[in-house]
């Protein structure tokens, strides 16, 4: 073998090496920022579900004739603030999923309010729709709280594939970012009525 094919030999294995290196990860992350961005996608989607619950509740309310205004009105102003945060799944930042949560949060705070209320209208109480639309949105509840825990759960590799030495310097010449996690809305550690004695007579 000629002596001048040796450190071509060389360049050729190390320039293949770094190829493959790179093209793993770029294509790792696309990978796991899909499922990022598919975790985010069933968050907005349960969110959108309590959205259209909380509407339908709404309108059952309103039947009520002497039924505080004040409390309805609060609670259409803060779905409408809900639903106008939208969010890019591939560019989240902690600042806009800090904003989503506060408005998130926000309906929540409106919505226990509407239904602490309802608590003084036995006639909406024993109303079906409304017994229906209460059952479906305590599920949905859940389903949120499902979909926040796994779009953390997808997070969390994703973060860990890009921060981690040496992925951490190919990261930042393709500008890959770390995404933030759902953390608990504000007032989360006090536990929400969600069942009512609907039954009981007054």
């Known amino acids: 073998m000629k002596k001048w094919l040796i450190p071509v030999i060389i360049i050729v294995v190390i320039a293949f090496a770094g190829y493959s290196w790179v093209k793993g990860f770029y294509n790792n992350t696309i990978q796991l920022n899909e499922s990022v961005a598919e975790s985010w996608g069933n968050v907005q989607t349960a969110y959108q579900r309590r959205s259209d619950l909380i509407g ?42 800090a904003q989503f949560n506060q408005v998130q949060g926000g309906l929540s705070g409106a919505l ?41 759960e997808a997070t969390k590799p994703y973060n860990n594939h890009i921060k981690k030495f040496p992925n951490s310097i190919l990261a ?4 890959f970012e770390g995404k933030p996690y759902f953390d608990a809305e504000v007032g ?3 536990a929400p009525e969600v069942k009512f004695d609907f039954g009981k007579k007054e």
Do not use: W
């Not at 002497?66 to 639903?83: G, H, M």
């Not at 003084?120 to 709280?145: G, H, W």
């Open 188 to 190: 989360a550690e006090k």
């Open 112 to 152: 226990k309010s509407l239904l602490v209320t309802v608590e003084r209208y036995p006639d909406l109480k024993a109303n079906q729709n409304f017994l229906k639309l209460q059952d479906e949105l305590a599920s949905t509840e859940n389903q949120i709280l499902t979909a926040r825990t796994r779009f953390n």
């Open 172 to 175: 930042g010449i393709f500008d």
């Open 56 to 97: 339908n509740l709404v309108n059952t309310v309103k039947g009520a004739a002497d039924f505080e205004k004040e409390t309805l009105t609060s609670v259409i102003e803060a779905r409408a603030k809900a639903t106008s945060v939208q969010i890019d799944p591939t560019n989240i930042t902690p600042e806009q999923l």
